[in-house]
């Protein structure tokens, strides 16, 4: 086996339970002993980066934040690397949007908060710094993406119509929480962690990675060893290089880890 420098997850679905909670002392304990072997540990998620810091407050050891799906990584809070979306493009973008596609909230993720038109209907756990705003074109912010919900339950339909149509402007990709992110085009886990991976000097295939949702197959494709969720979409099994034995509310990151790394 390649030698491990960076293990990376993402958390709905993933080192999260259903509950939105993970062992932390645990996964704490573990950071301390991947250190020891030099390895480091990042959180790759669709999240802007003060919802992950305000969820992982109890685990100030993690290295790593790569936010906003690839769009925004933040290493021992020096940032390394950002992807916003042109300006030109985002008032566009909601144009598009608004008129082909059937909408049930929309909202941006900008550098200094999330901005929506309306709190209904959006996933509000996920929007710590949420501003209600009366037109999402009078934004004046640097955006990293948009997240849409649905009328309907397509959502790999919808995100593959978007990337079908305009992917020389922007990238879907199906979130964690039932609903789509789009960021800017040619934006993923997996180009996160090849930015991250040159400021480390290291491999992408000195990397393990964790995932469960259609917006972790890249990273999974791209990491030396990518590994599915057992509870993860069929999409994702079928390319990953290994699946856990056991599901996000098993602790089957966290048992995969003991088992690779002999913990």
Do not use: W
């Amino acid at each position: 086996m390649t030698e491990i420098k960076l293990i990376a997850t993402d958390i709905d679905g993933t080192l999260f339970d259903s509950d939105r909670q993970y062992d932390v002392k645990r996964l704490n304990n573990y950071l301390k002993r991947m250190h020891e072997k030099g390895i480091k540990f990042a959180v790759a998620s669709g999240n802007n980066l003060d919802h992950l810091y305000k969820i992982f407050t109890e685990s100030p050891e993690i290295d790593t934040f790569v936010a906003e799906n690839g769009a925004q990584i933040v290493s021992n809070h020096q940032t390394i690397f950002e992807k916003t979306i042109p300006h030109e493009f985002v008032n566009q973008m909601i144009d598009i949007l608004t008129s082909e596609l059937d909408l049930k909230a929309i909202s941006l993720s900008g550098k200094n908060a999330t901005y929506s038109e309306t709190a209904k209907y959006q996933p509000l756990y996920h929007m710590d710094n949420l501003k209600i705003i009366d037109d999402l074109k009078k934004v004046d912010d640097d955006i990293f993406k948009f997240n849409i919900q649905l009328q309907h339950d397509d959502l790999d339909i919808a995100s593959q119509l978007i990337n079908d149509k305009h992917g020389d402007l922007v990238h879907g990709a199906v979130s964690g929480f039932g609903s789509i992110d789009i960021m800017s085009a040619h934006i993923n886990k997996s180009i996160g962690l090849r930015h991250l991976c040159q400021a480390m000097n290291i491999s992408l295939d000195n990397v393990i990675s964790f995932g469960d949702n259609t917006n972790d197959l890249e990273m999974l494709k791209e990491s030396g060893i990518g590994i599915a969720m057992n509870n993860a979409k069929p999409q994702v099994k079928k390319i990953a290089d290994k699946i856990t034995k056991d599901d996000n509310d098993h602790d089957g990151v966290l048992n995969t880890i003991k088992e690779i790394l002999e913990f």
